[in-house]
């Protein structure tokens, strides 16, 4: 019997602005997270990711330490990276930091691995942007072999080897959930099927349903290795209000703002109102009232045969209160819908 879809959210903890229009401060914002969070528990939805950022206009540098903070006021729902930029991090630390949220959140912990979209991280922690594909295939190399919990020996190109070495604290019962974030590369679909991982796909433009590709990849790789596929789950942006209209209108001019200050930095060009309509219509921008972004997801999931289903809330300087009703919309009116349009 197939195991029902989940549901989760996903921030980078975007810095919003408060109800006069003026911005707050970082602290602030992480302050609201924790409460999104806690009204995420409090629907029953499954699962929250932060991501790992190191630039202005994010907020969360540290997931782990923030989810800590959601763990001690939340009873069920499941803490994640949405990712954890392993490249420009250490394999066993980062073991390590979310074994140790396992432990204080009594088995909810999951961890997202990805070389991420951004690149602040590398200068910022000294590595060499040139190695950017070496360091993730080596870091993750280590990473998968920590998941055993077994004494580990490991030998790299990039950092001292290990010999029998013991980790600690271990995960108190089973492993370390582990998810590999995949934006469009079937090297990366790949390699979390060598190394038996789940699949996040991060699609965050275009038609979902172009994907199909990546997930025949992934079920053929594991078909090839002799294994039974492990889940595959979506992460896309939205945002929900009572009607299509509001919804659309709400989010319009803080998306674009986001959307125009990353553009700028990788030559984009600014971002049109027909190009935002054509992502909410027919791409990847689930935005809309609940049945509207309801009937989008439940395609989504029947079109990829996803797991779970991440909404990345946060857009640019959307207010906290607005994004407090946008979740609450998705709990109680999408996810219920969702459900009842996939039997």
Do not use: C
Request: negative net charge; glycine residues 8%; without cysteine.
């Amino acid at each position: 019997m197939t195991a029902p879809l989940e549901f989760g959210l996903d921030t980078f903890g975007d810095v919003t602005k408060d109800t006069s229009g003026d911005m707050i401060s970082h602290a602030q914002v992480i302050r609201n997270v924790v409460d999104e969070a806690v009204l995420a528990d409090e629907l029953g939805l499954d699962f929250i990711g932060l991501g790992e950022h190191h630039r202005a206009d994010f907020a969360i540098s540290s997931p782990e330490t923030v989810l800590a903070a959601i763990a001690s006021r939340t009873r069920r729902i499941h803490l994640g990276s949405a990712v954890t930029v392993l490249s420009s991090d250490d394999p066993i630390r980062v073991f390590q930091r979310f074994a140790t949220l396992d432990a204080v959140s009594n088995g909810r912990a999951e961890v997202i691995l990805g070389r991420g979209s951004f690149t602040e991280s590398f200068p910022l922690f000294g590595f060499d942007l040139r190695k950017y594909e070496e360091l993730f295939e080596e870091k993750l190399d280590l990473f998968a072999a920590l998941l055993s919990q077994q004494p580990v020996t490991w030998q790299g190109k990039l950092r001292p080897p290990l010999q029998d070495q013991l980790v600690y604290p271990p995960v108190e019962n089973g492993t370390l959930k582990t998810w590999i974030g995949v934006g469009g590369s079937p090297q990366s679909v790949v390699r979390a099927a060598h190394y038996d991982l789940p699949l996040m796909l991060a699609i965050i433009g275009g038609d979902p349903a172009r994907f199909a590709p990546y997930v025949e990849l992934y079920h053929r790789a594991f078909e090839e290795f002799g294994r039974p596929a492990q889940p595959i789950g979506v992460h896309s942006p939205g945002y929900v209000a009572e009607t299509d209209a509001q919804a659309r209108e709400e989010l319009w001019p803080d998306y674009k703002a986001m959307r125009d200050r990353i553009g700028k930095e990788r030559g984009w060009p600014p971002m049109g109102r027909d190009e935002f309509v054509s992502e909410a219509e027919h791409g990847s921008l689930y935005v809309g009232a609940p049945e509207t972004v309801a009937r989008k997801i439940a395609k989504t999931a029947k079109a990829l045969g996803i797991s779970r289903f991440q909404l990345k809330y946060s857009a640019g300087p959307l207010p906290h209160d607005k994004l407090m009703r946008s979740i609450e919309l998705y709990g109680r009116k999408v996810v219920p819908m969702v459900r009842e349009m996939m039997g």
